[in-house]
Nanobody, 124 residues
Framework: QVQLVESGGGSVQAGGSLTLSCAAG????????MGWFRQRPGKDREGVAVLWIGGATTTYADSVRGRFIITRDKAKDLVYLQMNGLKPEDTAMYYC??????????????????WGQGTQVTVS
C-alpha cells in the first residue's frame, strides 16, 4: 500500500509562490507516475502536473503550464510542485497521486491508484 502525504500548502497573495511536497511512505508496488491534482471549490478534481518517474517526462495542464513545475528528488523520494505566479483561480485542495500504469503518464484521474489526503492552497 502506497502512502502519500502532502505538505506545503497555505495562503498566499496573487502573484506569489508556494512549493508543495509529496512524501511516499513504504510501498510494495512500483510507481511509474507521480502527479498533482487539484479540486477547486465547486469543481471536479482535475490534473495539474504529472511526472514519469523513469524518465522524468512531465505533462502539465494548460492552465498551469509555464507557472508550475513538477520535480522529483529521487534520493529523498519526494515529489514537488513549485507554483509560481499564483492566481486566485489556483485556490484548491491539492492532492498527490501515484500511478502504476506502465505505459505512460497522463492527467486522467482514473489512471491513478493511490492518493494523499490533500493540502489546501488559498490565493487571495
Amino acid at each position: 500500500q502506497v502512502q502519500l502525504v502532502e505538505s506545503g500548502g497555505g495562503s498566499v497573495q496573487a502573484g506569489g509562490s508556494l512549493t508543495l511536497s509529496c512524501a511516499a511512505g513504504r510501498y510494495t508496488y512500483k510507481r511509474n507516475c507521480m502527479g498533482w491534482f487539484r479540486q477547486r471549490p465547486g469543481k471536479d478534481r482535475e490534473g495539474v502536473a504529472v511526472l514519469w518517474i523513469g524518465g522524468a517526462t512531465t505533462t502539465y495542464a494548460d492552465s498551469v503550464r509555464g507557472r508550475f513545475i513538477i520535480t522529483r528528488d529521487k534520493a529523498k523520494d519526494l515529489v514537488y510542485l513549485q507554483m509560481n505566479g499564483l492566481k486566485p483561480e489556483d485556490t484548491a485542495m491539492y492532492y498527490c497521486a501515484a500511478s502504476l500504469n506502465p505505459y505512460g503518464c497522463s492527467l486522467v484521474l482514473r489512471e491513478y491508484n493511490y492518493w494523499g489526503q490533500g493540502t489546501q492552497v488559498t490565493v487571495s
